[in-house]
T-cell receptor, first 114, second 113 residues
Framework: GAVVSQHPSRVICKSGTSVKIECRSL??????MFWYRQFPKKSLMLMAT?????????EQGVEKDKFLINHASLTLSTLTVTSAHPEDSSFYIC??????????FGSGTRLTVV | DAKTTQPPSMDCAEGRAANLPCNHS???????VYWYRQIHSQGPQYIIH???NNETNEMASLIITEDRKSSTLILPHATLRDTAVYYC??????????????FGKGTKLSVKP
């Protein structure tokens, strides 16, 4: 099958610090990965599309300088929340599209900024 | 991509079939119907997808009406572990596209003992 691994699953950080979340496609190459954000009892909201070897495409209203995305290889995309504040606390989920298998999602990262 | 409408919540007794409806009246001819579910605090899980024929796999069955304007996801024998939010999504075939999935509000299915 197509497996996407996301790490860490939970992170607590102090306000003003940065946090990096990794998303790896374990058994396939993904030229495109997607980052979603989910608030409690809400649906997933697409934040950005991560493209291997080029700049990410951000959805309207998402600050690209705050949410840095790097897709350095065909199996790894990272999301860095810079200068995190309590309002950035959320559930972050990545997904990757394998052409013959469809969209596979990571298990998510629960970020709490204190 | 076409918009979908789902009931916000449903209950189902354990062991009974759960039938989750989805309306997608503006679906176009080349758009597929996908179903994902999200168990609390986990990433979405793929369930099934189809174009116009009914589909069945080890998890569920997908019944698509002849006019393709609605569909029903059937979990034949619901268990407590099937309690989750179920998302019906309509989009073009992902095989040749790198586009993303757009999630609506979904249906919160509660399976009760």
């Amino acid at each position: 099958g197509a497996v996407v691994s996301q790490h860490p699953s939970r992170v607590i950080c102090k306000s003003g610090t940065s946090v990096k979340i990794e998303c790896r496609s374990l058994d396939f190459q993904a030229t495109t990965m997607f980052w979603y954000r989910q608030f409690p009892k809400k649906s997933l909201m697409l934040m950005a599309t991560s493209n291997e070897g080029s700049k990410a495409t951000y959805e309207q209203g998402v600050e690209k300088d705050k949410f840095l995305i790097n897709h350095a290889s065909l199996t790894l995309s990272t999301l860095t929340v810079t200068s995190a504040h309590p309002e950035d606390s959320s559930f972050y989920i990545c997904s990757a599209n394998r052409e013959d298998y469809g969209y596979t999602f990571g298990s998510g990262t629960r970020l709490t900024v204190v | 991509d076409a918009k979908t409408t789902q009931p916000p919540s449903m209950d189902c007794a354990e062991g009974r079939a759960a039938n989750l409806p989805c309306n997608h009246s503006t679906i176009s001819g080349n758009e597929y119907v996908y179903w994902y579910r999200q168990i609390h605090s986990q990433g979405p899980q793929y369930i099934i997808h189809g174009l116009k024929n009914n589909e069945t796999n080890e998890m569920a069955s997908l019944i698509i009406t002849e006019d393709r304007k609605s569909s029903t996801l059937i979990l034949p024998h619901a268990t407590l572990r099937d309690t989750a939010v179920y998302y019906c999504i309509v989009r073009g075939y992902y095989g040749g596209s790198q586009g993303n999935l757009i999630f609506g509000k979904g249906t919160k299915l509660s399976v009760k003992p």
